[in-house]
């Protein structure tokens, strides 16, 4: 069974400074996505960056990349010049499909504050 | 943009009552899904639908139950609420891509509290 593990419960970082938060997960699957999500406190989750497995390339989104290394199961997020309105949950998730169902897995969240 | 909305942001109920959360979608997506929030846990899948009146069981369906009648609106129906049922829902919906479902676009929640 996959799972995805978020070994950081909570992080804080100063504005304008780079934080990383750490991802690892477990399949035996070769094609499957990588996913970034943030729930900002009492709003929406949005989707932050995602990552095709096939493809070896790192995502990067403006301010946010990751750092996605297959053999090592690890999908680590990297926020650069953080900015205050970064404060959220941050969720690491992981899917498949596999014979027209569709595998989720969410990780247990990181809660990112940003320091003025 | 999508926009998926959820009937209520909060919502209190009594033990043993029956509960429907409803959420809609306005961008023709074909996936929906229906998750719990719970700190220290994450998001776990209580259901999803990839059509109308189609529906599988997610991680955690026990309780639970779903109705799919029209593409844009799904909903979740506690059968006879319990204590342990109060939690965050979310919803959430996403295309049937080429290759796979994509990109979730989720609701703002329901808080429900279960007395």
């Known amino acids: 069974a996959q799972t995805v593990t978020q070994s950081q419960p909570e992080m804080s970082v100063q504005e304008a400074e780079t934080v990383t938060l750490s991802c690892t997960y477990d399949t035996s699957e070769n094609n499957y996505y990588l996913f970034w999500y943030k729930q900002p406190p009492s709003r929406q989750m949005i989707l932050v960056i995602r990552?095709?497995?096939?493809?070896?390339q790192n995502a990067t989104e403006n301010r946010f990349s990751v750092n996605f290394q297959k053999a090592a199961k690890s999908f680590s997020l990297k926020i650069s010049d953080s900015q205050l309105g970064d404060t959220a949950m941050y969720f690491c998730?992981?899917?498949?499909?596999?014979?027209?169902?569709?595998?989720?897995?969410f990780g247990t969240g990181t809660r990112l504050k940003v320091l003025a | 943009d999508v926009k998926v909305t959820q009937s209520s942001r909060y919502l209190v109920k009594r033990t043993g009552e029956k509960v429907f959360l409803e959420c809609v979608q306005d961008?023709?997506?074909?996936?929906m899904f229906w998750y719990r929030q719970d700190p220290g846990l994450g998001l776990r899948l209580i259901y999803f639908?990839?059509?109308?009146?189609?529906?599988e069981k997610g991680d955690i369906p026990e309780g639970y139950s779903v109705s799919r009648e029209k593409k844009e609106r799904f909903s979740l129906i506690l059968e006879s609420a319990s204590t342990n049922q109060t939690s965050m829902y979310l919803c959430?919906?996403?295309?049937?891509?080429?290759?796979?479902?994509?990109?979730?676009?989720f609701g703002p929640g329901t808080r429900l509290t279960v007395l």
């Open positions: 959430a919906s996403s295309y049937l891509g080429t290759w796979g479902a994509d990109t979730q676009y």
């Open positions: 639908s990839y059509d109308v009146k189609m529906k």
């Open positions: 990552q095709e497995a096939y493809k070896q």
């Open positions: 961008m023709d997506h074909e996936n």
């Open positions: 998730a992981f899917m498949k499909q596999s014979s027209g169902t569709y595998k989720y897995i």
